[in-house]
């Protein structure tokens, strides 16, 4: 039968090669940003965050670009494993009075092919 | 591991039901937040706690309540279940200052409403 749910993006990498997994994100205030990890059966799984006042910063295998001018949020993968896939999505932050606000993205899956 | 434990892993329960969710945050998190994940919306984000008070609400329904007690583990209650209430519920847990720290999620209780 069919089935009905959310028509992810997917990105399909070869084992070894580096992915790269896009977000854009909405509000020009946002001033925090972090990529989950969600593999199937289990929750949301941080993987690195930055601040607005940051271009770039790196992980172990991971690095996160902002690209404020675009409202441009990217996650680059090196040497992406089978253990890697999963679905990735960003969340942006921003402070909204006393408190925060956090918007998520739907979400790309990543197949890795071995 | 994230730390955040979320019992019960599954819940099959009836159509007019109420049941009950629980949440232990990570050691020192003060802050508990509640996520409904469903096929076809994503992250849906429910209500927030810091320290035993609400401090944000989300989409969620009057049918459905929280809180945090003084321990700081949390609670989501939702009554007069509907089948469209079968989802993935999640807990997650931030540590202060709560602003601009990630959040680190529980595996999550999938509820099934028959």
């Known amino acids: 039968g069919e089935s009905v749910g959310l028509h992810l993006p997917t990105l399909s990498v070869q084992e070894g090669d580096n992915s790269i997994i896009n977000c854009a994100y909405s509000?020009?205030?946002?001033?925090?940003f972090i990529w989950y990890k969600q593999e199937s059966g289990k929750g949301p799984q941080f993987i690195i965050d930055?601040?607005?006042n940051m271009d770039k910063r790196q992980g172990q295998r991971v690095t996160v670009l902002l690209n404020k001018t675009v409202k441009h949020l990217s996650l680059q993968i090196a040497a992406t494993q089978p253990g890697d896939s999963a679905v990735y999505f960003c969340a942006e932050n921003w402070e909204a009075g006393n408190n925060r606000k956090l918007i998520w993205g739907l979400g790309t899956s990543l197949a890795v092919n071995p | 591991d994230s730390g955040v434990t979320q019992t019960p892993k599954h819940l099959i329960t009836a159509t007019g039901q109420r049941v009950t969710l629980r949440c232990s945050p990570r050691?020192?998190?003060?802050?508990v937040y509640w996520y409904q994940q469903s096929l076809d919306q994503g992250l849906q984000f429910l209500i927030q706690y810091y320290n035993g008070e609400e401090r944000a609400k989300g989409n969620i329904l009057e049918r459905f309540s929280a809180q945090q007690f003084p321990d700081l583990h949390s609670e989501l209650n939702l009554s007069s279940l509907e089948l469209g209430d079968s989802a993935l519920y999640f807990c997650a847990s931030s540590a202060p200052p709560d602003r601009s720290s990630p959040l680190h999620f529980g595996n999550g209780t999938r509820l099934t409403v028959t």
């Open positions: 930055i601040r607005s």
């Open positions: 509000n020009s205030a946002s001033d925090y």
């Open positions: 050691s020192g998190d003060l802050s």
